[in-house]
């Protein structure tokens, strides 16, 4: 029998896990290196040659991910959708490369698989899918739920799309996702042989949410022109400014059209969590299939996207091939490389169990409540000092620009200055994000669960402090 590990192994993973985030916070948020430098860095660090101890070897890498990067878990960082890991999927996501379990077969890995299934089944019950006929399985990320988004909707809509591909199709299919929407459809439409041509950007409103009323009129104009609309992708959350697309008005139009009804949700998801924020998607239970990375606002480390699907045995019908190598199915289980693009898998989803099971479903709407009312924060105190929120949305995300800042060819104070300025003085990240109309603005989302009051205040004074320099330098 195998050993079993001890109480103080766990406390160990834990310790570990705990002792690095703090240390993040210690440091910089960020320090710019040139590739140049970077490269030269770890030619000289690393000898792959001759080869060295292990531990060396391990100093060496936690030095470079230390020093060489945009700190991601950093309490102030206020970028894009990167989250502060929680200890325990940290702790969990390094048992899970230890043990490695093989999750292509269903007998190689039933527990593994189990509890994916477990924290997919409770994401599938938040969404509002029916216990007996959801599906789903983790994914790298967001960009491969929304390319399996397209292939499940191709393979539902064109009964010889899976055999005979695009070419037997007699047209050309058409999917529709707002102009704010995630550049991953963009991608997903060219690997799934549709193109570029395929992809419908639908114009938005002033709040930056999918207009229903440019969508129908778009599916018109396509029906009338001979192409094939299939699929409408709504944005729960959207990358640049976390608008939440009028997801209800989308349902009834793809339902009276026939259309597969995708919802990205991939950071936005995380607002069903909370019992306060979880009217703000009502609709996505309508949604034929939804993206939602475990990896964005649940916390838990890279590579867990998770997609969720209302129809039991629609992604096996569009993605499962036979072979002779693989072991012979289990009675009463589905072997996970016949729904999903992947074939072998790391197991992304036993992390997210993890976080899930210690915090509960109290806990998590505790870290999501309480990023959302940082956002709230943020957006007062920008106000306060004078800045002008341009976005609108009930998440942590905060768009924002100020009277002096410009765009403009021979102007020298524009958002991308404040920005090198924050970089540069290490205290905090945000980013620079160009808006539906074309102008740039600085954005700021609320990424850790662990960002404060005085970390929002930090911040604040970090742009003031950046606009203050950029009137020093014109005073001079
Ligand atoms: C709305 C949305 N969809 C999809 C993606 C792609 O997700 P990933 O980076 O996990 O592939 C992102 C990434 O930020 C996103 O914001």
Redesign the pocket.
Known sequence: MARPTSRKHHEALLAFARSIIARVDEGPVSRRVSPSAARAQIEERFDLEAGAPAEAVLRQVEDVLRRFAVQVTHRRYFG??NPSVLPESVAAAALVAAYNPQEAAYGHAPGAIEMERAALGHLAALVGYDDDAWDGHFT???????LTAVAVALDHTFPTWRTEGVRSLGGQPTLYVAAE??H?LAKAARVTGLGDGSVRWVPVDASHRMNAASLAAQMREDREAGHLPFLVVA?A???GTGAIDPLLAIADLAEREGLWLHC?????GGALLSPRLRHHLSGVERADSV?W?A??WLSTPMGA?AFLCRHRRAVEHALAVESGYMPPPREGADDPHRASLQWSRRAAGVPVLAALATRGTEGYAQLIEHQTRMGAVLRQRLVAEGFIVVNDTPLPVVCFTHPKLVEGADESRTPGDVYRHVEDGGDAWLSVVTMPGGERTLRACITSYRTTEDDVDRLVRAVVSALDALDAVDAR
């Open positions: 894009l959708y790298s990320g967001g960009q491969e739920a929304n929407g995630h991953s944005t959350g959207t990358t990205d949700a991939a950071w936005g993206t990375d990896h964005k996207g």
